[in-house]
T-cell receptor, first 113, second 116 residues
Framework: DGGITQSPKYLFRKEGQNVTLSCEQN?????MYWYRQDPGQGLRLIYY???????QKGDIAEGYSVSREKKESFPLTVTSAQKNPTAFYLC????????????FGQGTRLTVV | AQKITQTQPGMFVQEKEAVTLDCTYD???????LFWYKQPSSGEMIFLIY??????QNATEGRYSLNFQKARKSANLVISASQLGDSAMYFC?????????????FGKGTRLSVIA
């Protein structure tokens, strides 16, 4: 079945450690996105990539890094520079086009202790 | 910059009744798309419906319809015949056409609770 897979579903890390969240899609979508969700804040854009080997910062990119070496994969690294990393992280992908819906993964809940 | 505003943090509706979730948007672009997503407690985001800025007719998809009023810059979601399974967070989102796949911009969401 086609879709987006995020792993792991739950992640616990100690403060000061870097952690990488995985996002893989087999929908053959060019565009991929990372969003962060906090209670009462909706979804905020961290990074997005329109094509392989290219990506752009979103509204809250500080403390995060990404790579897009393959069309299928868009991993997100939460670095120690991110001041408040505990949140729910959602990865999405879409085809090209104004009305192309974004397909989302199941999300990763990151807790930093 | 684009902005989506959802002014209702929470809504209650009786089972089998209709409910309207409000969404207003702000953009200077003439070409844009408006989307609604549902997020159950499990956390997954489920696409419900979309509307293009040049579409003259309101979009419908089963029990969901999008009440698009361009002059008012509103794109309200109407759910008819509410079911208990409709209880979830609902997000309005927008994409503008500026050179390629611009990301969706989301509102803060409305939590809908359906009462038996």
């Amino acid at each position: 079945d086609g879709g987006i897979t995020q792993s792991p579903k739950y992640l616990f890390r100690k403060e000061g450690q870097n952690v990488t969240l995985s996002c893989e899609q087999n929908l053959n979508h060019d565009a991929m996105y990372w969003y962060r969700q906090d209670p009462g804040q909706g979804l905020r854009l961290i990074y997005y990539s329109q094509i392989v080997n290219d990506f752009q910062k979103g509204d809250i990119a500080e403390g995060y890094s990404v790579s897009r070496e393959k069309k299928e994969s868009f991993p997100l690294t939460v670095t120690s520079a991110q001041k408040n990393p505990t949140a729910f992280y959602l990865c999405a992908s879409s085809l090209t086009g104004l009305l192309a819906e974004a397909f989302f993964g199941q999300g990763t809940r990151l807790t930093v202790v | 910059a684009q902005k989506i505003t959802q002014t209702q943090p929470g809504m209650f509706v009786q089972e089998k009744e209709a409910v309207t979730l409000d969404c207003t948007y702000d953009t200077s672009d003439q070409s844009y798309g408006l989307f609604w997503y549902k997020q159950p407690s499990s956390g997954e985001m489920i696409f419900l419906i979309y509307q293009g800025s040049y579409d003259e007719q309101n979009a419908t998809e089963g029990r969901y319809s999008l009440n698009f009023q361009k002059a008012r810059k509103s794109a309200n979601l109407v759910i008819s015949a509410s079911q208990l399974g409709d209880s979830a967070m609902y997000f309005c989102a927008m994409r503008v056409e500026v050179g390629g796949n611009t990301p969706l911009v989301f509102g803060k969401g409305t939590r809908l609770s359906v009462i038996a």
